[in-house]
Nanobody, 120 residues
């Protein structure tokens, strides 16, 4: 089991940028980012394997968000550009022991989340 802590959320205007960080208490192999907006189910945003050579994005964020890793610091980032109000949600990072997946049920460890609010 690994503990995860997200940071970097906040309030930003539309078309702005934020960078989220996810710091793990130990080594992680697959780390995904998910988000949950009020009244909606938790949805996949992005995922990366250990090397960063296998990364996938939700269609809604492709070309705007970038996932990256700094394994020496056990940290995974989510760079979010060209934000829109539809990106407003609580963002979670999660770690999985298996391969990359877009399904929340495949992830064993979750952070507490960080709020991202995009104003129009």
């Amino acid at each position: 089991q690994v503990q995860l802590a997200e940071s970097g959320g906040g309030l930003v205007q539309a078309r702005g940028s934020l960078r989220l960080s996810c710091v793990a208490s130990g080594r992680t192999y697959v780390v995904g980012w998910f988000r949950e907006a009020p009244g909606k189910e938790r949805e996949f945003v992005a995922v990366s394997n250990w090397s960063g050579g296998s990364s996938f994005y939700a269609d809604s964020v492709k070309g705007r968000f970038t996932i990256s890793r700094e394994n020496a610091k056990n940290t995974v980032y989510l760079q979010m550009d060209s934000l829109t109000p539809e990106d407003t949600a609580v963002y979670y990072c999660a770690a999985a022991a298996g391969g990359v997946s877009k399904r929340p049920t495949q992830y064993n460890d979750w952070g507490q989340g960080t709020q991202v609010t995009v104003s129009s």
